[in-house]
């Protein structure tokens, strides 16, 4: 907002300057030595990879399952059932072989032109048909609140903590699409899996530099504020259901 | 602490009494440091590169430091880039004038909030509320402390001082009805209902970042509750109040801090929800977004080549939770924002010593700080420096700070210790002169101003022979036998050997 006119901003930038007089002025930021010998890339593939994810997602309360391809929209329909959601929040792009029977689902636009999630390719499969997604209009906040859940894909899950991270891509929406329904049933495929955080950040390392917002989700939502003791369920989801597919 | 005038006795201490004998306040204390503790040991012992990441941490806060004129430069291009305002604010002040207008222009007489310990440091729900405009906190224990009129009194956990029942009875009073258990499922649940609404009608919302990526424009917001995604994500209009010193230079830096805070501050392997954005976004959140980049103090320590380091400081509050002060005292003691270890070096360089100049002394040194520390701040030498730089301060500002006793005593002290002849001929003295104190083989009281020291420990005589006293009469005889006899004598006078050589052995090194 404020130009180079801005006396607060002159002001604190002159300050900056004469408190940085011990900094030689033929140094810069690169100079200054930063050793990234912690761990970049995991060791673990396959089965092992799905398994610790699964592994660590559980452990904060969510009900985590690994199926396989040709199961999914069995899976879909068993974990709904289970949860007794009838009336589902869902990004328009959502695949259609996700949308079973038997369920009312309630399609969110695509904010802007929906373009290609962090992890590339679509993982979730093809698009739904583009006439679902021209036909969907943004839902209101009461709207998506008035749902009994939300199904949505992700960009990227990472083994060791157990975390799904959504950045708008295919099949995952705006963020107060997950965040209103009491309910998140998130779709996991086994391909987006990375082993370590540093995996994930380069992996959406193309997202945040075109600016698109992310969620990284660990469990549902939770407080520790009354004597430290964890509670799941305060303002966001209070269950999680995660399929890990493939 | 008053803020008021240079304490005549450092303030914490006389802070500190009451909360020493409240059992309550201890035994809530104490529970919640020792649980978080122990889980904070179990997620970071299951990093095998848990060091290599501090040392990163910590480098890469200095990388942004030594060249935060850049940094801020760069984040403000992005933000801008990516529809966002950015704002700059010298002081609290300034700051709360920026988001008050920016509130006011929008027409609305409340906002909601999620956690910031920035804003708790300018006062903003103060300054708001005195333009009428209602702060409402969302995070479950900002929002205990804001219905019950209280101060926070942890970084993390505001609350930590009251336990369920206490929450229970403050919920039935406000916001909950009059049946709620203390089950602290129903007191979330309790939450979860009142602020519902709130967070769907709210127009406008505030937070603070715990990052700010300058090559990207990126804001990081850390929580569990799901308050933080809410008022980032649902308003149409969000302001973001952000340290300058809360920059990383790049997308991949994340990297580091994302394993770091979380094990760090929750003890977790990673926070419930993390909320990144850039500027304003079409059709996913507020339509505007405003930064507003926020000195108040931080340049000032800036300019302290060693105590700088504070400022790469990511508020996990890891270090309140081993400290052996915070956990006997809480943090109202602290009379500061911020408390505990990290607020006895940040306190008194935010706020100037004159406000919080007896902080750097609400410490024992003994250092666990500094091994928790996710960004390795050394926090005893910073403690150590700014004591310094009290005691400096005061003597040069008044002339009772010049005449303060202790630092006439130890100065006294330094001028002993100087050379060899001078200490050998003080103990002589004090050999002489302590009598009236020694009682069975030990002063229990010193007089006046000493008397200090001697209110929790029992002080050892000088000895009828020191060690160097032993030692030189040893050579002298040139024999064993002598030897073995004086230093039963040496031994029976209590602990003469350690007197002589922490007194005698290191000025001569040092000469």
Redesign the interface.
């Known amino acids: 907002m404020s130009g180079v006119t801005d006396p607060a901003k002159e002001a604190i930038l002159a300050r900056i300057r004469g408190a940085l007089k011990d900094v030689p002025e033929a140094e810069t930021a690169a100079d200054v030595a930063v050793a990234r010998d912690y761990r970049v890339s995991g060791s673990l593939a396959g089965d092992a990879l799905a398994e610790l994810f699964a592994e660590r997602c559980a452990d904060y309360r969510a009900d985590v399952r690994l199926v396989a391809a040709d199961e999914l929209p069995a899976a879909i329909a068993a974990a709904l059932e289970r949860r007794g959601a009838r009336r589902l929040a869902i990004p328009a792009d959502l695949p259609a072989e996700w949308r079973v029977d038997g369920v009312e689902w309630v399609e969110d636009a695509i904010p802007g032109d929906g373009a290609a999630s962090a992890g590339a390719q679509a993982g979730a499969g093809a698009r739904a048909g583009a006439g679902a997604q021209a036909g969907a209009a943004q839902l209101s906040h009461a709207q998506i609140s008035a749902t009994d859940g939300v199904l949505t894909g992700c960009a990227v899950a990472i083994a060791e903590t157990g975390v799904i991270v959504l950045d708008g891509g295919p099949a995952q929406g705006r963020r107060s699409l997950t965040l209103l329904p009491d309910y998140h049933l998130c779709v996991v495929a086994r391909e987006r899996i990375v082993e370590l955080v540093p995996e994930a950040v380069a992996a959406l390392h193309a997202a945040a530099v075109e600016g698109r917002p992310m969620t990284w989700i660990a469990g549902p939502s939770a407080t520790s504020d009354i004597e430290f003791n964890r509670v799941e369920g305060v303002h966001g989801p209070r269950t999680l259901d995660v399929l890990v597919v493939g | 602490m008053s803020g008021a005038a240079w304490p005549e006795v450092p303030a914490f201490p006389l802070a500190a009494k009451p909360a020493l004998a409240d059992a309550q306040l201890r035994r809530?204390l104490g529970?919640?440091t020792s649980?978080?503790r122990g889980?904070r040991a179990d997620v970071v012992a299951e990093m095998?590169?848990w060091e290599?990441?501090r040392?990163?941490g910590r480098?890469?806060k200095?990388?942004?430091l030594?060249?935060?004129?850049?940094?801020?430069?760069a984040l403000e291009a992005a933000v801008t880039a990516?529809g966002g305002?950015?704002?700059?604010?010298?002081d609290g002040a300034?700051a709360n004038a920026i988001v008050t207008r920016l509130v006011q222009a929008k027409g609305v007489s409340d906002v909601v909030k999620v956690k910031s310990m920035a804003t708790v440091e300018i006062e903003l729900n103060e300054a708001l509320e005195a333009a009428g405009i209602e702060a409402l906190e969302?995070?479950?224990?900002e929002l205990?402390v804001q219905l019950g009129r209280d101060r926070p009194s942890h970084i993390l956990?505001p609350?930590?001082h009251r336990?369920?029942a206490e929450?229970r009875d403050l919920f039935r009073r406000t916001i909950g009805p009059a049946d709620l258990t203390d089950e602290?499922?129903v007191?979330?649940?309790a939450?979860?209902r009142f602020?519902?609404e709130r967070?769907?009608s709210a127009r406008v919302g505030i937070s603070g970042a715990n990052f700010a990526?300058a090559?990207?424009?990126?804001i990081a917001v850390l929580e569990?509750?799901?308050?933080g995604?809410?008022c980032t994500?649902?308003p149409e209009t969000l302001i973001t109040v952000c340290g300058?010193e809360k920059l990383v230079?790049t997308?991949?830096d994340?990297?580091?801090f994302?394993?770091l805070l979380p094990r760090s501050s929750?003890a977790?392997?990673?926070?419930?929800?993390?909320?990144?954005?850039?500027?304003a976004?079409?059709?996913?959140?507020p339509r505007e977004f405003?930064l507003v980049?926020l000195?108040n103090g931080r340049?000032?320590s800036?300019?302290d080549?060693l105590a700088r380091q504070t400022l790469a400081c990511i508020r996990c509050s890891a270090c309140l939770n081993v400290c052996p002060v915070y956990e006997r005292t809480g943090g109202h003691a602290y009379g500061s924002v911020y408390p505990g270890p990290i607020g006895a070096i940040l306190s008194p360089q935010l706020a100037g010593m004159r406000a919080a100049g007896s902080l750097p002394f609400a410490s024992s040194l003994c250092g666990a700080c500094y091994e928790v520390c996710p960004v390795k701040i050394d926090i005893p030498t910073v403690l150590v420096h700014l004591r310094d730089r009290s005691n400096r301060e005061r003597a040069a500002e008044s002339l009772r700070g010049k005449l303060d006793p202790e630092r006439l005593a130890l100065q006294a002290v330094a001028r002993g210790f100087a050379t060899r002849g001078r200490y050998e001929r003080l103990q002589k003295l004090g050999r002489r002169g302590q009598w009236p104190l020694a009682r069975k083989g030990k002063i229990e009281r010193l007089p006046g101003e000493l008397g200090g020291w001697t209110a929790a420990r029992d002080l050892m005589p000088i000895p009828p022979q020191t060690f160097r006293e032993w030692w030189i009469e040893r050579e002298a005889a040139g024999d064993a036998a002598a030897g073995g006899a004086a230093a039963g004598d040496a031994a029976a006078g209590g602990g003469a050997a350690g007197d002589a050589a922490a007194g005698g052995a290191s000025p001569e090194a040092a000469r």
């Open positions: 809530n529970r919640a649980t978080i889980k095998p590169d290599q990441l040392e990163a480098a890469l200095e990388r942004t030594r060249h935060l004129d850049e940094h801020l430069l990516r305002h950015v704002h700059w604010a010298r300034e969302t995070d479950l224990a205990i956990v609350a930590i336990n369920r929450i602290p499922t007191l979330a649940e939450a979860r602020l519902r967070f769907l990526v090559e990207t424009g990126a569990s509750e799901g308050n995604r809410m994500t649902l300058i230079p997308w991949q994340l990297e580091v994302l394993q929750t977790e392997r990673m926070n419930p929800y993390t909320t990144l954005w850039a500027g976004r079409d059709g996913d959140g405003h980049l000195d340049t000032g800036l300019g080549e």
